[in-house]
Every structure is written in C-alpha cells, then in structure tokens.
C-alpha cells in the first residue's frame, strides 16, 4: 500500500493550492479518507474527512476555504484550498482508513505568506 501526496507550495495570503493524494495497492473506495495538518511546534490536527459514500466534514478553521473530495475510479484523494491565510501553513498529511487499516502519505509542506 502507497500514499503519494502531491501539491504542496508556496503561496501568498489569499491564493490557492489543491493537494491529492493518489493511493495503491487498496481498494480505495472502502476508505474513509482525510488530510490532517502539522504546524511547526504544534500537534497533527484534522483539517477534512470525507466518507466513502463522499459525505464530508471540516474543521471550523478551514470550512467555507477548503473543499475535499475523492476520485474513486482514480484512486485519488484531493484538497482544494483556496483563500489561504499564514495561519494555513503546515506539513499535510493524507489518511485512509478502513476498519482496522490506517495509512498515511508522507507530508507535503504548504506555506502561506502574509
């Protein structure tokens, strides 16, 4: 099983970014996917989960910016973030889950310049 993130950059205050995440080796529509964020000196914390029926949730600080969504036929989880604030800046990280199964992607870094 494989995790691919992609998309990470540098952007200025207001801009955008879409992060996917492309999975192998799984039947990736079982999966409960997410992305997750780590802030330098700060704990991992949930930024979006979507289900495999593609019901999705937020945290506060991200609803009305960000958008999650999957590409089952394309084994692919993505993040669209548009209205990004310095606050926004972090190492991603993308999950998937299945009963007892959890895997992660490596990181992929985002920073947001005021």
């Known amino acids: 099983v494989q995790l691919q993130a992609s998309g990470g950059g540098a952007v200025q205050n207001g801009g955008s970014l879409r992060l996917a995440c492309a999975g192998s080796g799984m039947t990736f529509s079982l999966y409960e996917g997410g992305w997750y964020r780590q802030a330098p000196g700060k704990q991992r914390v949930l930024v979006a989960r979507i289900t495999s029926d593609g019901v999705a949730n937020y945290a506060d600080s991200v609803k009305g910016r960000f958008t999650i969504s999957r590409d089952n036929a394309k084994a692919t989880l993505y993040l669209q973030m548009n209205n990004l604030e310095p606050e926004d800046t972090a190492v991603y990280y993308c999950?998937?889950?299945?009963?007892?199964?959890?895997?992660w992607g490596r990181g992929t870094q985002v920073t947001v310049s005021s």
């Open positions: 999950n998937l889950d299945w009963k007892s199964l959890s895997y």
